[in-house]
């Protein structure tokens, strides 16, 4: 573990580019890797969660090397090439990459072993392990379903249509993956609309995905199964989680102005922007393109006052892992920030909730927590800052309160950066390029 200590900056200023999207990277090792052909893939996200997809494909059969920073070459072996892994699968801290590889190896008739660290190892996996035991795989896991567990995949795959009892996107693409190798049509109904990059990547590699509205409002995506995928080259656009960090570090110390550039803007994606444009953000995209199915632009930021608001619940899917950076700027605006709807926060690589909120009382922030809102009590300026926050193996609690420090009175601490590199490979680096002041701490 490597502590780090976040000063008082002066004005960020600069230009950046976000690293490659962490959702879109996994599924482009993922379905390049069933594509039959060669997939050459730029901008790939080289963090350790998408670093041990590209392992786990490796081992179940597919050709995957690194060419140059970003730059991939993916060996396809088609939908029934995939091979048993002679080893457990180690998906790290990566949720992603676990729950989306349970579901692509449910459907075929090979056993695969999954385990992960500390953190992941204490996430559920049942709200996945419950939709492909329906296709017909067999998961043996620890109570609640939590890791090391075996996933026996189905020797005759059966197409379901599968009904979430809570929108979340990796167990909407765990299914469509388990669909993939199975016959007939799999449909998977989603309470409210979640990131759709399976869809687009599925798509891109020559699936056919369709979507509908059901009568009460809810989404429909129906995959037709046994497609032959074929290779097709790939752009990953920088990712809107890890741009919302200098973006906020921009809006919140007066003078700054920063551009984020090739950041990808799906519209399942930037629940944040829009929530800090409502909150009086200086906030702009430009240059807007498409790349591999996926809306891109850049992202220019000025500094700004920011007011409180009221976030409702329905915005949560499309913003799920930027409240703790959203908190950060509450902490910083005008008047009473009030996000509801985060249950989700309390499954992620740590209780993201109870992180979020302690975290912020340390530095002197009034919060409150009631059920699944959080309200924050903004200080309509710097905040007191001062304290040694436990990251818990989370990255995005790590570069939230490394943020928090910069605007703060008094430096805040972190107690382990190396996290950070799980997604935003290079934060301390790029950050202090713009003019941040983050530093190994004292042990």
Not at 65 to 79: F, N
Not at 263 to 276: A, F, M, Q
Request: hydrophobic share 45%; proline share 7%.
């Amino acid at each position: 573990m490597t502590p780090l200590t976040s000063g008082t900056a002066s004005a960020l200023n600069g230009r950046l580019r976000a690293p490659g999207d962490k959702s879109v990277s996994h599924r482009a090792l993922i379905l390049g890797a069933l594509a039959i052909g060669r997939t050459q893939v730029s901008g790939l996200l080289e963090g350790e969660d998408v670093l041990r997809s590209a392992a786990a494909m490796r081992a179940l059969g597919a050709g995957i090397e690194r060419s140059s920073e970003g730059s991939w070459t993916i060996d396809g072996i088609g939908l029934s090439g995939l091979n048993e892994p002679q080893d457990v699968l180690d998906l790290g801290n990566s949720g992603t990459g676990a729950r989306l590889l349970m579901g692509l190896v449910a459907s075929h008739p090979i056993t695969t072993f999954f385990t992960g660290d500390t953190s992941l190892r204490r996430r559920p996996m049942a709200r996945v392990a419950e939709p492909l035991e329906r296709i017909g795989a067999r998961i043996l896991a620890r109570e609640g379903g939590r890791m090391p567990l075996a996933v026996i995949g189905a020797c005759s795959p059966l197409p379901i249509v599968y009904r979430l009892p809570v929108a979340s996107a990796q167990v909407k693409s765990a299914v469509l993956l388990a669909g993939l190798n199975a016959p007939g049509e799999t449909s998977v109904i989603e309470p409210q609309p979640t990131r759709d990059h399976s869809e687009h990547m599925l798509r891109h590699f020559g699936a056919a995905v369709s979507s509908a509205e059901e009568p009460d409002g809810a989404r429909r995506i129906t995959l037709k199964g046994q497609p032959e995928l074929r290779a097709a080259d790939l752009a990953v656009p920088g990712d809107p989680s890890s741009a919302a960090f200098p973006a906020v570090a921009a809006l919140l110390l007066p003078g700054s102005q920063v551009v984020i550039e090739g950041v990808g803007v799906n519209p399942l994606r930037t629940g944040l922007y829009d929530t800090l444009q409502a909150m009086g953000a200086e906030l702009h995209f430009g240059n807007a393109r498409v790349a591999a199915g996926e809306p891109v632009a850049d992202l220019t930021l000025r500094a700004s006052a920011l007011c409180g608001v009221e976030v409702p619940a329905d915005r949560a899917p499309r913003m799920i892992d930027e409240y703790p950076i959203l908190a950060v700027a509450a902490a910083c605006a005008r008047g009473r920030t009030v996000m509801h709807g985060l249950g989700e926060l309390r499954v992620k690589e740590s209780d993201r909730l109870a992180a979020v909120a302690q975290g912020l009382a340390a530095c002197g922030v009034s919060v409150d927590v009631v059920g699944d809102t959080l309200a924050v009590e903004g200080q309509g300026g710097p905040p007191p800052g001062g304290a040694a926050i436990a990251t818990k193996l989370d990255h995005r609690i790590a570069m939230a309160f490394l943020v928090l420090g910069m605007a703060a009175r008094q430096p805040v601490r972190v107690d382990d950066g190396d996290t950070i590199a799980t997604s935003f490979p290079g934060f301390v680096a790029a950050m202090n390029g713009l003019g941040a002041a983050i530093a190994p701490a004292p042990a």
